[in-house]
DNA sequence: TATGAATGAGGATTCATTCAT
DNA sequence: AATGAATGAATCCTCATTCAT
């Protein structure tokens, strides 16, 4: 039922139904029909809301690493000092984004991103905020040498972490891998109080 | 004259191929005919030597497996005690393993597997055996709790630096990963020492 | 409000547009939507205005044949004698009928017209007026036989050079081409007058 | 049946095949699965003799200028003096080169042309090349400028007589079509003649 | 009158697989 | 053992057409 002011709406329900299927068939057996069939639409309407097929996957990761950012950048608004660094964690394994279907596709994009340019950057700007975040937050508490491995360490573990949620079906809940990453860089600061 | 042997040669020639053609064209791109045309032979082999292109993948990531495992218990043969971690911390930056033809295949597989249950079956195992060397190198030093999740974080830390190495084309080197590795076990060996 | 009197406005400005964008991307390659953008229009508007696509292109090639004749006829109208085979070459190479929007589509629809009845048809009415255009005002000067001889080369020769224009985009001056044919014409004339 | 050797085989038998197509269909028409039917074989089948749809087209106008112009060739190695400007209109009418096959194909790539830098470039190779020929012919009977003039009127013409040959399905003759350009070029050498 | 949302058929292309040689 | 010819299914994409608004 053709009306006016469908593309947000669109847009959106193609993203998701995206995003649904890369979860349940994976990047490859994520065909245009696949994805319409999902959305209750036609084959043929990606070309008319996205460029194409590529544009529309480019779009989904987007706004996955959109929520992600959205999600970290709401809890550090509202934390100070050292704690900035769990709320970076705590955003990583919120409910939202430590969730199958977020963490399948980003594994996916993640595979793709070394033989596409698109993917590649948007990685890499994601990569370099979330480790730029924690070394902000480090900052003050560890000299910025240390922080920055200390970060680079705590970036690894959470990718690590997700990588294992989107392989172990399940077996990992949120709250474990919160615990092993909060451990680690309480372990990091913990040092450095007793070294003062 | 039919050349006789040839079978074991084929095959490795041909997962090495598929392992190049992986690295350089991703999965998605890789064909039995690139994977041939590599091996310098004809695209008709591959369900020669192997039932098709899918028994062909397998066995790469069989074989990228084995490779890595044959490193960890070589290393692991020449170690005792917590030197066992190290010895397990090396092997997987060694550079014979963090090497990009390596990394990226590696990637692109983990990216399959939660699609593919041969691929996910292989995984599985790696992934325990890798946790269960982890824990009893650590056991004797660390409560087998505390060992368990110390284990998971340092897994989890391996798998993040090796995807960081794959997205982050060379700018990650081995023995920066192997530090950060060691730093965090350190730690855990450390503090246990205090406590005693 | 509906507006009221827009059918001569629109039909023109789609038909216009067609014309465009034969010219500029081919008949192949002209789409409703591309034509509905190049008049400022959405794509389905042409189904509101011409029963389809097909109808639009089949006007489009009656308002090319109609300017033509237009031309003609008005040259036609004031000469007489064999002055009057003069005026129908200028009529050809009039600025407004030789120029590449009209001879790209005229030579678009000529390579459709084998195989559509329509198109067919209107070349075959425009065809048999020029070629009995020409043999009347041929037909006090030279003996019918040989007028009909002469018409078929003259016709040819226009026929050639707006071939010509279409493919040597525009290194071909309408001067040029209309000196060709009236020299054609001016020999089998002296000759004519020769003989007597 | 798989054989060796069958590239140049299928190779001619997929570009008779459009050519036939072409002629039949059209070139809008002329799918890939319509000329792998035509030539008994399957779509896919053009993509492994062909780069693609468009190598293949490009390919079939080219032997249909190459045959052409090879009848060019052969008739004028046995000519001389302006001998050679009737050979080539021989060769331009013989019944191998002025059947509706070659016609119609050749009328719908000339309308592709001014859209297809490829196809451009062979059509104005074949013109210059059709042009220079008879320049060279008729240098000696008649000055280079008059000479470049009537070039340009016999070229026309010929293609002029080819469109209508196209259009007019078999009303013209071979011969009635050879006659028109024979008779233009005898006025210009009478003509000559006389003056000297 | 006019839009643009939506469809679905049809096209080119890719590619794993089969098989005669 | 090895080739490469051939297939045909599957995929992405285009586009004329329809239609609710």
Not at 178 to 193: F, G, K, P, S, W
């Amino acid at each position: 039922m053709p009306k006016v002011g469908m593309q947000p709406i669109r847009r959106r329900q193609l993203i998701d139904a995206t995003l649904a299927s890369i979860h349940e068939h994976g990047l490859t057996d994520t065909t245009v029909s696949r994805i319409g069939a999902a959305a209750g639409l036609s084959p043929g309407i990606i070309h008319h809301y996205f460029g194409g097929k590529d544009d529309l996957l480019f779009e989904a990761l987007r706004q996955l690493l959109a929520e992600l950012r959205q999600e970290i950048v709401n809890r550090l608004a509202s934390a100070t000092g050292v704690r900035r660094v769990h709320a970076i964690i705590d955003a990583n394994f919120a409910a939202s984004q430590f969730a199958p279907r977020a963490v399948t596709a980003w594994l996916a994009f993640w595979a793709e991103a070394p033989h596409s340019p698109r993917l590649a950057r948007l990685q890499r700007i994601h990569s370099r905020r979330l480790h730029s975040n924690i070394v902000h937050a480090l900052r003050h508490a560890i000299p910025l040498s240390e922080a920055r491995t200390t970060a680079l360490g705590l970036a690894a573990m959470i990718d690590g972490l997700w990588l294992q949620c989107a392989l172990a079906h399940g077996h990992l809940t949120p709250e474990t891998a919160r615990q092993v990453c909060i451990d680690y860089i309480d372990r990091h600061l913990a040092q450095r109080r007793m070294d003062s």
